[in-house]
C-alpha cells in the first residue's frame, strides 16, 4: 500500500507535500503532483500538509477518485523508480485521466 494523490490537487500544484517528504518520492507532473508507489514509505508525512487535502492512503482513497490509484502508478510506467524526484525531469506529461479533466477555474 502507498500514498495517492487524487483530484483536488489537479491544476493545484501547492508542492507543500514535496518539502515534508523524507523519501523525495513526489512528482511533479504539468497539472498536479503524483507519488511514485515504490518509493512511498507509507510515513504520512505528505497529508496532513496538503491544503487541498488531496493525498489519502490508498486503501482510504474516496470511490469518486480511485482512479486515481491508477493513475499515480500509470505516470510512472515509462519512468520507473529513478530514486527520488531530483533524479527526474520535472513537470513531466500527465497521465490521461488527469489531461483529459477540464481545466479548474477560480469562480
Do not use: H
Request: proline share 8%; glycine share 4%.
Amino acid at each position: 500500500m502507498t500514498y495517492v494523490v487524487t483530484e483536488p490537487c489537479v491544476d493545484v500544484l501547492d508542492k507543500s507535500c514535496i518539502e515534508e517528504c523524507p523519501v523525495d518520492c513526489l512528482y511533479e507532473g504539468e497539472r498536479m503532483m503524483y507519488i511514485q508507489p515504490d518509493e512511498c514509505v507509507d510515513c504520512g508525512a505528505c497529508e496532513p500538509v496538503c491544503p487541498q487535502e488531496a493525498i489519502f492512503y490508498e486503501e482510504d482513497v474516496p470511490e469518486q477518485w480511485s482512479a486515481f490509484v491508477s493513475a499515480n502508478a500509470d505516470f510512472f510506467s515509462d519512468l520507473g523508480s529513478p530514486g527520488g524526484a531530483s533524479n527526474a525531469d520535472t513537470p513531466r506529461p500527465d497521465v490521461e485521466l488527469v489531461r483529459d479533466l477540464a481545466a479548474k477555474t477560480d469562480d
